[in-house]
């Protein structure tokens, strides 16, 4: 059975097991065709376990959090989700999502790996946002860079 549920806020102070991750709320991740990069000033954070990042491989200081605006990952990652990226993961996993810059514009989509160097990037709602291919020279062309994996998703509705 579920134990008491804890309140907490900013001013709670944080338990030994417990770690503060940066919510960028400025940011914005395009579940779509792109949002552009802006600065990040938030003071915003969500708290994490030490032991459930550390089981995942993951160091606090490379996590941050961030919202996801569009519809092409529905229904896994609607509109105004929360996501955490790990900016220490970069290597695809072929399935895994991920973070990413493509131009001057984050996105969050599935990344599989293709043949010579290249990349497939594939949407949830695949009906309305088809796979995008890219090849190698085509990635360097269009800047694209993965920023980190997503490793924790939260929807409220």
Not at 4 to 13: A, S
Not at 46 to 74: W, Y
Not at 120 to 136: A, G, I, L, Q
Not at 149 to 154: A, G, I, K
Request: proline share 6%.
């Amino acid at each position: 059975m579920l134990g008491p549920i804890e309140v907490w806020d900013d001013e709670t102070p944080l338990d030994d097991d417990e770690v503060e991750i940066p919510l960028l709320k400025e940011i914005e991740l395009s579940a779509g065709s792109g949002c552009t990069a802006v600065q990040h000033h938030s003071r915003s954070k969500l708290r994490f376990g030490k032991m459930t990042l550390r089981r995942q491989g993951i160091d606090p200081e490379n996590a941050i959090c961030v919202t996801v605006s569009g519809h092409s990952m529905e229904p896994v990652l609607p509109n105004g989700s929360t996501v955490g990226v790990d900016q220490g993961r970069k290597d695809i996993k072929d399935g895994d999502i991920y973070a990413l810059r493509h131009n001057d514009h984050l996105r969050v989509k599935m990344l599989y790996r293709l043949p010579a160097g290249g990349i497939r990037m594939r949407s949830f709602n695949r009906d309305e946002y088809p796979d995008e291919e890219y090849p190698p020279e085509k990635i360097r062309n269009e800047e694209i860079v993965v920023l980190g994996r997503v490793f924790w998703y939260s929807v409220l509705r």
